[in-house]
């Protein structure tokens, strides 16, 4: 049954060339093609924001009067859509009572049978929610760890008041709160605090309360300890950015509350108990052992409750997340954690004829769990929905209706729909994609001798059990393993660190200024060829300094906190997203302005660049597979993996011996997988040590040796399967990896 498609004509967002498609609706359709192909900016830049910008439009005229309209996208028509559904890898947001069971509804499910099923019995289903007065512990106000402060971080004994020995922020010499110190007379401001007696010690740090005048007013003396904790250290930590964030996190450290153990409940909601456990035990419990408690409950009264909760569970489980906890703070999980449980938020909605549009599910999924996530978007379809899915994987390319590739090239050489159709069509139609969906994955037949190894005796880190294990060094070294095997445990937890840079995928701290030019030092001397160029001084090619845009102070766009909603970010109208003020932009070097510059790609940019200053940083971009990102691209709308390679290519320049990558080919096209898998060998060629965590088969196959945790995620896991060749693992059949790189090589 035909059921029209979503039409699309001329489309230009990004590089895209004009893009004129219909997209098939109800059905699943699986957008692919290089890194840098464009495949993004059609599905989430064109089609999902044309239908967001849509949907505000329908807002009431009170609220369309203060907020900001969506800028539309570059499309000459966009008709027959529906509303979407964007469910990608952004972090699930930083607020610490975030947990994985209060984003999906399942601890409220949980909340509601403890309400009426625990003995005994204390009241509704809020004495047990750790976001409620009537059931959060007293001790750490619900947050499950309480924070102890290292005074030595948040003062300069060898200073006084009055020279600045409070280093924390806001307590700068002048401010309102140093005022109170200085002013309560309890203190000689110009004595270090070095030379402070025990009394003067102890009044200015733990003392107790106590009324003085400040500037005339009446105001309550609180010591600096008591004061910091209330102000920062009891709120959410996570949400804090820049130097806030900094100084916290120099300052604190975080331990379980000792008054609830961690579970975030008082007494009396601990008291209440289901098959022998409070529900702060449930909560922590691995989400399969968990479906086992729910599935031996039965009474009448919540029995719609437990079927849901049921439900919910198994999809955890199918979908990979089967060893998470539902009192796993939503902030700590990866990309492709975050997606997978806001698409398990989905499955149960009675919703019908959405778009919903995903960003690499499968990233971070053993080949073993990928079958599963397939099934799982099959479901989302049959329910009446359209599904349109950015992949590279061609496991899922498998399970599509629909298959759009788009290319032929990264950049300004992308941007085209280069096929569309079915699966047996794209493997003939000669495009990157295409030739690469037969490649035959070879195992590395000729190993290359250890110079040496990492020893990790007697790990017991989270699922660890008891794991001993050599890591060559000198190699190339995979380590594999389900989701929740225990891999990012034992490399990045247990591995020593002398000598071994971590390149992990976690988001840069910086800005919203902050661009790949900033990131790697390259813009600095940028900025002096223009101002030798042009006989003016550096700072005016800065968008953080004299020459930025006095309206939007060089970021190139407004941002509108909307509180209650998502915010809107929206292009500067003075000077149309550049950055820079006018008179800025009539400088030129060989014809480009220093806002073209920041528009070039990295690749263009190696073309327009013959500095020595600027090259050797753009080859290492161009080496590590992002030559098609910008120089001024915002570092917040960068992938994991982007984020990841583009950290690579900053330590490259140095002389790190060992290398630790966390999945380095997330988000990459199989073309540029074997691009990634040639770097890592030339890096080990020149007498480095590289260590991959990796799901990716092409890169397994590669290594010289490969090391195997499972055999199962969570408890299931935690041990050595295998240790040796990609060879003797494609043979070793207790071993999931084994048994799907053996398929793959067949």
């Known amino acids: 049954m035909v059921f029209g498609s979503i039409e699309v004509r001329g489309a230009r967002e990004n590089n895209l060339q004009g893009v004129s498609i219909d997209i098939p609706k109800r059905e699943l359709t699986v957008f692919t093609g290089v890194s840098g192909s464009g495949k993004s900016s059609l599905v989430f830049g064109t089609v999902a924001a044309e239908s967001r910008r849509l949907i505000d439009e329908t807002y009431p005229a009170f609220l369309q009067g203060f907020m900001p309209s969506r800028p539309r996208p570059d499309v000459d028509t966009l008709s027959n859509l529906s509303a979407a559904i964007v469910v990608d890898q952004e972090p699930m947001g930083a607020n610490a009572r975030s947990t994985v069971g209060t984003a999906t509804d399942a ?261 073993h769990d990928v079958r599963q996530m397939n099934a799982l978007l099959r479901r989302l379809r049959d329910k009446g929905n359209t599904v349109l899915v950015v992949e590279h994987k061609p496991e899922v390319m498998a399970a599509a209706d629909h298959l759009v590739d788009m290319g032929p090239g990264a950049g300004t050489h992308g941007g085209t729909v280069v096929y569309q159709g079915d699966l047996a069509g794209l493997r003939t139609s000669g495009t990157a994609t295409g030739k690469h969906l037969d490649q035959a994955v070879t195992l590395k037949s000729t190993p290359r001798t250890p110079t040496g190894v990492l020893r990790i005796e007697h790990a017991n880190l989270h699922n660890l059990r008891d794991v001993s294990v050599e890591i060559p060094l000198g190699v190339l070294v995979a380590v594999t393993g389900v989701a929740g095997s225990g891999k990012s445990s034992l490399i990045h937890g247990c591995l020593p660190r002398d000598g071994v840079t971590f390149v992990d995928q976690s988001a840069i701290r910086g800005s919203r200024r902050s661009n790949p030019a900033t990131y790697t030092g390259i813009l600095e001397p940028i900025r002096k060829q223009y101002a030798r160029a042009n006989g003016v001084r550096p700072a005016l090619f800065s968008a953080n300094s004299a020459g930025a845009c006095p309206e939007c102070k060089g970021v190139g766009l407004i941002y509108t906190d909307l509180a209650f909603m998502a915010g809107v970010a929206s292009p500067c109208e003075a000077c149309g997203g550049k950055r820079f003020t006018d008179e800025v932009l009539t400088y030129t070097l060989r014809g480009k302005n220093i806002a073209d510059v920041l528009a070039m790609s990295v690749e263009e940019a190696m073309g327009f660049f013959t500095e020595k200053t600027v090259l050797p940083m753009l080859t290492r971009l161009f080496d590590v597979g992002l030559h098609y990102i910008s120089l001024g691209q915002h570092l917040n709308t960068l992938s994991g993996g982007e984020r990841q390679r583009l950290k690579l290519a900053i330590e490259m320049g140095g002389d790190t011996p060992a290398f630790v990558l966390d999945e380095p080919t997330a988000g990459l096209h199989m073309q540029d997988v074997d691009n990634l898998a040639g770097l890592l060998d030339r890096l080990v060629d020149s007498g480095r040590s590289v260590i991959v965590v990796e799901h990716n088969l092409s890169v397994v196959a590669r290594a010289d040796w490969v090391i195997d945790m499972g055999p199962g995620g969570g408890h299931d896991g935690g041990r050595v399967v295998f240790e040796g060749t990609p060879a003797d693992l494609a043979r070793e059949e207790r071993s999931l990896t084994g048994r799907h790189l053996a398929e793959l090589v067949a």
């Open 107 to 367: 601890y409220t499910m949980l909340r509601v049978i403890w309400s009426r099923l625990g003995q005994p019995h204390i009241g509704g289903s809020n004495l047990f929610s750790f976001n409620d007065p009537q059931g959060m512990c007293g001790g750490c106000e619900g947050l499950g760890r309480v924070s102890a402060i290292d005074t030595e971080a948040l003062v300069d004994r060898s200073r006084s008041l009055a020279g600045g020995a409070i280093t924390f922020p806001n307590f700068g010499v002048g401010s309102w709160y140093w005022k109170v110190y200085a002013d309560s007379g309890l203190f000689d401001v110009d004595k270090p605090l070095a030379d402070y007696t025990d009394t003067e010690w102890h009044d200015l740090m733990y003392g107790a309360e106590r009324k003085i005048v400040s500037g005339g007013i009446n105001v309550t003396y609180e010591s600096l300890v008591p004061k910091i904790t209330r102000l920062y250290l009891v709120k959410d930590v996570d949400s804090m950015k820049g130097a806030m964030r900094a100084a916290v996190d120099r300052l604190a450290t975080f331990t379980a509350c000792p008054a609830c153990g961690g579970t975030r409940l008082n007494d009396r909601a601990r008291s209440s108990l289901v098959k022998g456990k409070h529900i702060g035990e449930a909560a922590a419990m691995q989400l399969t052992d968990l479906a086992e408690l729910v599935r031996d409950l039965a009474d009448p009264h919540v029995q719609p409750i437990l079927d849901g909760l049921n439900d919910l569970l198994a999809t955890f489980e199918q979908i990979g997340l089967g060893y998470l906890s539902l009192d796993r703070e939503s902030s700590s999980l990866s990309g492709g954690e975050a997606q997978r449980t806001k698409m398990v938020r989905h499955m149960g909605s009675a919703l019908t004829d959405m778009t919903y549009v995903f960003d690499e599910p499968t990233i971070g999924l053993h080949p």
